[in-house]
Nanobody, 123 residues
Framework: VQLQASGGGLVQPGDSLRLSCTIS????????IGWFRQPPDKQREGISC???????YYGDSMKGRFTMSRDSAKDTVYLQMNSLEPEDTALYYC??????????????????RGQGTQVTVSS
């Protein structure tokens, strides 16, 4: 499976941004899709993932501001980010996540990831 995130950029605090993740290659089988981010000089954070029960799960700091969705016809997953803050500055990437690793507080880890897209929130 190949994944490619896009849609990042430089935005101001309070702005919104929608990231896209295009998926190609083999079937996901026992995996789902998740979003992660890597802030500068900080640990990786799991943002969201599609659960096996049909629900979407988010990390605690993203709940209410970030929304993950998908367009199956386009093999594309989206991450809508609202009310962005400087603390949201990070490299964002999509990845395949084992189904068991999509927890109620977001994805715990990933199997394969794409290259990512940079989001910078600054005034």
């Amino acid at each position: 499976v190949q994944l490619q995130a896009s849609g990042g950029g430089l935005v101001q605090p309070g702005d919104s941004l929608r990231l896209s993740c295009t998926i190609s290659g083999k079937s996901l089988n026992s995996h789902t899709i998740g979003w992660f981010r890597q802030p500068p000089d900080k640990q990786r954070e799991g943002i969201s993932c599609f659960g096996n029960d049909g629900n979407t799960y988010y990390g605690d700091s993203m709940k209410g501001r970030f929304t993950m969705s998908r367009d199956s016809a386009k093999d594309t997953v989206y991450l809508q980010m609202n009310s962005l803050e400087p603390e949201d500055t990070a490299l964002y990437y999509c990845a395949t996540v084992w189904l068991w690793a999509c927890a109620t507080n977001g994805p715990l880890g990933y199997d394969r990831r794409g290259q990512g897209t940079q989001v910078t929130v600054s005034s």
